[in-house]
Structures are given as structure tokens and as C-alpha cells.
């Protein structure tokens, strides 16, 4: 039985590929996914830990793990002065003490006077101290040049020179914090962090007076120190010895938890990317699977007559099933091998298009792991064997006896059972995804644990069982709509696409399987189309709503920008108000220095005396005038913490100021303001530098907008970290990150397409080979060749967009379902006709793409042979 089964592959090599290449790109999505987010972690710890010192001076009460460092827009929010470094330098305890100055808010911008890198990772800006790391390393490498000396130096990331168009030695444009907001540097160097590169990060590396003339007004001030131990001395010691002589208000912390707690930090992002991509990778195995199943089922079939033969010669069932399962085992090995190959290179595209995204993973931290390599064979492999084993099932189940019929395919097998199970199985998705517009119920279960009760989650498990199950019985749903079809193609095509359409009904179940794998593909896509659609309308109703002002001005990044920005366009003609906002952070009561993820950080809305005037504002309960000392929440917010009308809240700032204001309103939730919203002046008696996060515009009576606008933008023409905006640019600039996203899932989803148009040529190309006698009788009675292809080609377009149909039935209607989960974020519901036009015009295409090696194969067939054929 090894040997026959071993001829049967050799003898049909073409098949052998073709049944591979559905889970090969499975295996090799899953592999390349793997490779990237291995390579991720890589490059973030590298960073991490070649950018950490043996320990670290910072301010104490951070609000965050993280958050010593820089505030944007005037460096750390506390400051120590040169003789606490001093002193930490005589300690024993301490080899070397390096004090470091740290901020943000700069921008560099190109040989153009355009923006560098608008999106994506975040600016650094530092002083060069030159300490090691926590190996003893330098924590920077000088790729080129050297560090800068003079305040009129800069040393900046290779990739950050390179998009600029800058070399050593050239003047670099930059927009900074405070004073003159736009400056010039002499680029005496490229650098990089020590292990790790920078992840796409832009590198702005000063001397330590140029630092303080961006951070600290020029004053002889540092925002933290970097200490590398003596010999001998471990962390502990080091940060023991430390704190004896820090003043109030700052810590000492070991390189160890700077480590961790930047990992922390880091790790929701990087297993935000993971899981995101892990989910395609997961329903491209899956998709392969359906054509898997497909194929064995009709091999299965063709060969029914051989597997009777062997039946009759005393093979046992268990030596059939046996064989068929060992031919899938090697199919899976072939592809798991060539997928894994190919996720390699997959990882490499991947990392290309987020590093044009903004995210940089080096090339050599891309490698095939021991890990990846086991988990893709394991995969490739159980998912291959799983979708064989009911067709190797079947094949044992052949009577000797049919070795003797004229007639070698099996009879059509009873599909009640198999629909009456679909059938609740797709009942119960639906209930599922319903359970929110009825109502989520509070469901304990045995040992305390609570059912999520997360609208999405219960929408999102529905619709996966849902869709599962109409694949599960497509046959059956199929039938109604490839009757439609059939009668259509008949009318247009006249007796080929009748023949067409005959081809695709003779075995439901045959084609209901080969369509479900495009349906999966359209089902997301549709479901997506309908939650970004809803979302573009969302937006415009928001600003439709609530967008008071004529003009508003904020960074193309969402970034924050200096003041200095808002005060020159107050000089304006035709500008009568301005609103500022600033966004900063803050801990909700007191901080756990011990277990800092129990710290409640919120995000705070800075606000002026001008935010009720711009803005109409849903008052619940008292005002919305906040005053110095006060607080304007939101409803949700007050829910959330049980706050009443005047209750006071506190606030821990990084700096470790506290604040305890009262709460003077309580509003709807809105897109204008925060949940928790404090006067700006508030913020900065907390140390919080200033920075403008947003600027909200009231023109004077009777000017001209028009006038305005072009003056303001004349205004920040050679600043262009700032746009200024009406209604509708304000509208399509958010709509822009929404597309941005959205046509990232499309290009993740053509994967599962891909593979549905391989399956359909599979099915097409084994169909060919089974309807040999009867395509060579259908030649002889005078069907002309471009007839048989056409025929072929219609049967291929009728697959195609039955899966289309399913497919983009089941993505609105959970899209409508999801939408209406998420109606408090999702205020309106669309429908993008246009784009479900155009996915029902690729499936066409689809269908016309597959057809075209079976057909052209069809097409060659000798008439004569044909006939002769069994």
C-alpha cells in the first residue's frame, strides 16, 4: 500500500502542487507572522536593553511605569540640579553618574520644508552623556561623524538623515518647544541604539547645553541621571546608596525594572500588532482547510473504482484510510516546508510595509526560529490530516463490489443529518449575535467566572460560528441561488451557460465547499466595508453636530505643538477667539509605587475659559464653565468612579504634585472634550509643561473665512507641524487614518481570496479530468472549443459568485450587527453599495481567472481519446 500510494503521487505531480498551494500560503502567512513579531520582540529588546543604564535617577510618583522621562514641549516636568550629581558621583557605590537631559516636542523637517516621518513612531530627544549600558556597552553607536559639542549640533538616526536628504555636515531644519520655534543645526553624525536600531523612531542627539537651551531655558538643570555601578556593586546596592542622597520629589531605580517596566509599556503594543496579524494568519489556514477537504473528497470520488479494485483484493478499510492519510501527511509536509520557506520572505515584505508605516524592524533580526519552524509543520500539518480524515473515512467505506459497475461514482450520500445540524448551528450564531441589541445578560459561571459582556465579543463569536456553519451547508443554501444563476447564464449564454449552469448544480455539496473558501474572504471584507463605512458617516455627523468653531488648527500627527503658534495667530485680522486644549496624564488618587499597573492613569483635557463659548456642550448637572480649581466630567466618567456634583477628585501628576479639584459638571459624553476636563492653569501649577494640543477658532462678525484661512495658513507655512482646517478638512483628515487602516485589512484579506481563487481552479481542473468522456462527447456532437470553454468559464463565474453572495449576505448583515453593538462609538449605519458592487465584480473576475487553466486545458483535449476515456 506505501509503494502504490508513492506511485499515485509521482504519477500525478501537477495535482500533488495544486492541492499544496492552498495551505502553503497558510503555513506561510502563519510563518511569516511568527518570524515578524519574533523579529519585533528583537528589535525592542535590544532597544530596551542596550538603552538602559545599571540604574536610573527619575522623578518619583510617575504617573505612569515609564514616565520620568520627557514631557513634550520643555523636557522633564522636574528638575535636578548639577550638585546632586555631584554627590552621587563621590558615592563608592558608583562608578560614573551621567546627567541626562530629555524633552520633545521637535520636528525635524526635509531639504523641502516638509515634515519627517508624519506618522508612526515617536521623536527622541536627548543629550549625549556617552554611559554604558546595562552590558557595559556604549548605549549609542556613531554610524558616522561624531557627537555634537556646540548648542548648534545635532546628531540624528541614519533613517531620519537619509529621508530628510541631509549628509554630514549639512544644516538641519527643525521646529523646537519654545522660544524660536524654528532653528537650524549643523549634522555632525548619524546614530544608532546600541542592539536594536531605533524602530523607525527619530534619533535627535545634542550636546548636554544644547539640550538645556531647547529644555530648560538654558539653566544648568537635568531631568534624570544615568548610573553605572563600580565593580562589584549589584542594582540593589547601587540604588540603595542613591536614594541616600536624592532630593525630594526624585527615586533611584534599578536597570532591572526600567527593563521590565518598559517591556510592560511596550508589550500591549507589540501584542496588539501580533494578535492582528495571527487573525489573518488563522483564517488563511483556515480557508485552505475548506480547500483541503474539497479536494481529498474529490479524488475520493474519481477514484472509487481503484479503491474498490483494492478492496476486492483483500486491502482493508484500515489500509485505505491509512493510505489516504499518508498521502495528505506528505502533501503536508511538501507544503509546510514551502510555506515555511516562503513566510520567511512573507516576514521581510511585512516588515517593509510597516517600516513605510513608520515602524523599523532590521532584516537581521528576522530569522526562522526553532519555534516558528515547529508550530508552521504542526499546523500545516494537523490542518492537512484533519481535513483529509473524512474523506480517507470515506474512501473505506467503498464496496468491492463497485469495482464491477460501469458507473464508478459513489451514490450521493443524504445531507439532512449534515443540514439539520448547520441549521441550529447557524440559529445559535445568530441568537448570539443578537444577545446585545436584547439585552447582555450577567452570566456567572461555576468557580466565579464571569462571561464577558463586551457587545463586539458576543457579535464577533456569532459570526464566526455563523459563517462556519454556512460553509457547513452551503449545499444546501447554494441551491436557490445557483438555480438563479443557471437561469440567468441560460438566457444570456443560451445552451453553454445552461450547460454551465447543469455543471455547477450536478454536485451541490461539490461546489457549495469550493465557494465557502471565497465566501469566508467577502464575508470579512463586507463585514469591514460596513464598519468603516459606518464610521466615515459617524464622523460626519460628529462634526456635523458638534463642530462649533470656524477653524481649528492641530498637527497633521496628532502631536502636540508649541504655544507660541496659537499666540501669533491671535494677532490675526478676522480671528475673534481662540480655545486651547492640552492633553496630559495623571493618576487617579494615590500612586502604587510598589504595583504600578494598579495605578487608575487617566487622561486629562486641558481647557480655557473660552471652551463653553465655542462649544454647545449637553449639561446634566451644574456647569460647564470650568474655573481654576475645577473639573468638567462626563456622565460615563462619573459612573465609572461613583462621583457626584461637587465632589472632589485626586489628581497625582508625573511631577508628583497633587491636585484635589471639585467637580463643577457633569456633561454627555462627547468627541470635543475629554471624559475628565481641568483648566490648563491648573495643569501648569502641576509642572505640566505647556503645549497646545488643538486650537478651536471663532472668527470675528462679518470677515471673510475664506481670507482668514489663507492667512493663517501663510502664518504657518514654514511650520508644518500644524495644519489649519475647516469643517470639512477636518472631517476628511480623520476619515483618513479610518481608510489608512481599512485598506491595510483589505490587503491582509486578499490572502484568503488568493487561496479561494486556487481552490476554484482545483476543483475546475479535477472536474476537467472526471468529465473527460463527457467533454470529448459533448466536442463530437459539435460544441466548439471556445463553446467548452466558455462553459468552463461560466461554470467557474457561477462558483465564484455564489461564494460572493454568501459571502456578502453574511458580511452586512453582521456589519449591521456589530455597528448596532457599537452604536455609542458608531452613531450611524451605511451601507457601501458602491463597494459591495465592486467585491461582486472582482468575485466575477475571480471566477474568470480561475477558469483559465482548466479551460484552456479542456480546450485541448483530443475529441477521440476523450471518448475513450474512463
Not at 473505506?396 to 463497485?402: L, N
Not at 452586512?812 to 451605511?830: H, K
Request: net charge negative.
Amino acid at each position: 500500500m506505501l509503494r502504490l500510494t508513492l506511485r499515485n503521487l509521482a504519477a500525478h505531480k501537477v495535482r500533488l502542487l495544486m492541492s499544496t498551494l492552498a495551505i502553503v500560503l497558510g503555513v506561510a502567512f502563519l510563518a511569516g507572522v511568527l518570524t515578524f513579531s519574533h523579529g519585533l520582540d528583537r528589535t525592542f529588546s535590544g532597544i530596551i536593553n542596550g538603552s538602559t543604564p545599571d540604574a536610573q535617577v527619575r522623578p518619583a510618583n510617575s504617573a505612569t511605569d515609564a514616565e520620568a522621562a520627557a514631557r513634550p514641549g520643555g523636557g522633564s516636568a522636574a528638575s535636578l540640579k548639577p550638585e546632586t550629581i555631584e554627590r552621587l558621583r563621590t558615592l563608592p557605590e558608583v562608578e560614573r553618574a551621567d546627567g541626562t537631559v530629555q524633552g520633545s516636542g521637535l520636528y525635524v523637517l526635509d531639504t523641502d520644508d516638509k515634515l519627517i516621518n508624519s506618522s508612526g513612531a515617536p521623536t527622541l530627544s536627548f543629550n549625549y552623556t556617552g554611559s554604558p549600558n546595562l552590558l557595559g556597552e556604549p548605549m549609542l553607536e556613531l554610524q558616522d561623524g561624531r557627537w555634537p559639542k556646540s548648542t548648534t549640533e545635532v546628531v540624528l538616526d541614519e533613517g531620519t538623515a537619509e529621508k530628510a536628504g541631509y549628509e554630514v555636515g549639512d544644516s538641519v531644519a527643525l521646529i523646537v518647544p519654545q522660544g524660536e520655534t524654528r532653528r537650524k543645526a549643523t549634522l555632525t553624525g548619524t546614530a544608532a541604539f546600541n542592539g536594536g536600531g531605533t524602530a523607525g523612531a527619530q534619533l535627535l542627539v545634542f550636546s548636554t547645553i544644547g539640550a538645556q537651551e531647547l529644555f530648560t531655558e538654558g539653566k544648568d538643570l537635568y531631568s534624570g541621571v544615568s548610573l553605572t555601578a563600580a565593580p562589584g556593586v549589584s542594582q540593589k546596592e547601587l540604588v540603595e546608596a542613591a536614594n541616600t542622597v536624592l532630593p525630594k520629589g526624585f527615586e533611584a531605580i534599578t536597570g532591572d525594572k526600567v527593563v521590565a517596566e518598559s517591556e510592560d509599556a511596550i508589550g500591549d503594543f507589540l501584542d496588539v500588532i501580533s494578535v492582528f496579524l495571527i487573525v489573518f494568519a488563522v483564517i488563511a489556514v483556515i480557508v485552505g482547510a475548506f480547500i483541503i477537504v474539497n479536494t481529498f473528497s474529490i479524488l475520493i470520488a474519481q477514484r472509487s473504482r481503484q479503491l474498490a479494485l483494492l478492496r476486492a483484493l483483500g486491502a482493508s478499510r484500515r489500509q485505505i484510510t491509512t493510505s489516504v492519510l499518508f498521502e495528505a501527511l506528505v502533501m503536508s509536509l511538501v507544503a509546510a516546508t514551502i510555506g515555511v520557506l516562503a513566510g520567511w520572505g512573507l516576514a521581510h515584505a511585512l516588515a517593509g510595509a510597516f517600516r513605510q508605516a513608520g515602524l523599523e524592524i532590521a532584516s537581521d533580526v528576522l530569522v526562522l526560529t526553532p519555534r516558528t519552524i515547529w508550530v508552521s509543520y504542526a499546523v500545516g500539518v494537523a490542518v492537512t490530516l484533519a481535513a483529509a480524515l473524512l474523506p480517507s473515512r470515506r474512501a473505506a467505506k467503498v464496496p468491492p463490489v463497485a469495482a464491477m459497475r460501469e458507473d464508478t461514482q459513489p451514490p450521493a450520500r443524504s445531507t439532512v443529518l449534515r443540514t439539520s445540524v448547520g441549521l441550529v448551528l447557524l440559529l445559535v450564531g445568530l441568537g448570539l449575535a443578537a444577545v446585545p441589541r436584547i439585552g447582555i445578560p450577567e452570566i456567572t459561571l461555576p468557580g466565579g467566572f464571569d462571561v464577558p459582556t463586551s457587545p463586539a465579543l458576543w457579535v464577533g463569536v456569532g459570526a464566526g460560528i455563523s459563517i462556519l456553519s454556512v460553509a457547513w451547508i452551503s449545499a444546501f443554501l447554494g441551491r436557490p441561488v445557483l438555480a438563479a444563476l443557471r437561469t440567468v447564464s441560460g438566457l444570456v449564454f443560451g445552451m453553454t451557460g445552461k450547460l454551465a449552469g447543469q455543471n455547477a448544480m450536478r454536485d451541490p455539496r461539490r461546489t457549495g465547499a469550493t465557494a465557502s473558501a471565497l465566501m469566508i474572504g467577502l464575508a470579512l471584507v463586507s463585514l469591514i466595508g460596513v464598519l468603516a463605512a459606518s464610521m466615515n458617516a459617524s464622523i460626519t455627523d460628529v462634526v456635523e453636530e458638534q463642530f462649533k468653531p470656524d477653524l481649528v488648527v492641530q498637527s497633521p500627527t496628532f502631536t502636540p505643538f508649541p504655544t507660541s503658534i496659537g499666540d501669533e495667530m491671535e494677532e490675526v485680522e478676522g480671528v475673534s477667539t481662540i480655545s486651547r486644549s492640552q492633553i496630559a496624564q495623571a493618576v487617579l488618587g494615590e500612586v502604587d509605587l510598589q504595583n504600578p499597573k494598579k495605578n487608575d492613569v487617566a487622561f486629562l483635557f486641558g481647557v480655557d475659559e473660552h471652551l463653553s463659548r465655542i462649544y454647545d456642550l449637553e449639561v446634566l448637572e451644574g456647569t460647564d464653565a470650568v474655573k481654576p480649581g475645577q473639573v468638567l466630567v462626563t456622565d460615563e466618567e462619573a459612573e465609572e468612579h461613583g462621583w457626584k456634583l461637587g465632589d472632589r477628585i485626586q489628581l497625582t501628576f508625573a511631577s508628583g504634585r497633587q491636585l484635589k479639584p471639585q467637580i463643577s459638571g457633569i456633561i454627555a459624553r462627547t468627541q470635543v472634550t475629554g471624559n475628565i476636563n481641568i483648566r490648563i492653569e491648573d495643569l501648569v501649577s502641576a509642572k505640566v509643561p505647556r503645549e497646545d494640543a488643538s486650537l478651536s477658532i471663532l472668527l470675528s462678525p462679518g470677515a471673510d473665512a475664506g481670507a482668514v484661512h489663507e492667512r493663517l495658513d501663510e502664518l504657518v507655512e514654514d511650520r508644518p507641524v500644524v495644519a489649519v482646517q475647516d469643517k470639512d478638512e477636518f472631517a476628511e483628515s480623520i476619515k483618513g487614518q479610518v481608510n489608512q487602516l481599512l485598506y491595510m485589512i483589505y490587503g491582509l484579506l486578499a490572502l484568503a481570496i488568493v487561496i479561494a481563487v486556487i481552490g476554484i481552479v482545483n476543483t475546475l481542473g479535477l472536474s476537467v479530468i472526471e468529465r473527460t468522456r463527457e467533454i470529448g462527447l459533448l466536442r463530437a456532437i459539435g460544441l466548439s472549443r471556445g463553446q467548452l470553454r466558455r462553459m468552463i468559464t461560466l461554470e467557474s463565474v457561477t462558483i465564484a459568485v455564489l461564494g460572493a453572495v454568501l459571502g456578502l449576505a453574511l458580511g452586512v448583515l453582521f456589519g449591521v450587527l456589530l455597528r448596532d453593538a457599537l452604536r455609542d462609538d458608531l452613531t450611524s449605519l451605511w451601507v457601501p453599495l458602491d463597494q459591495l458592487a465592486t467585491f461582486l465584480g472582482v468575485a466575477v473576475v475571480v471566477g474568470v481567472l480561475a477558469a483559465l487553466l482548466p479551460a484552456i486545458r479542456a480546450g485541448r483535449e483530443d475529441v477521440l481519446e476523450a471518448i475513450a476515456s474512463e
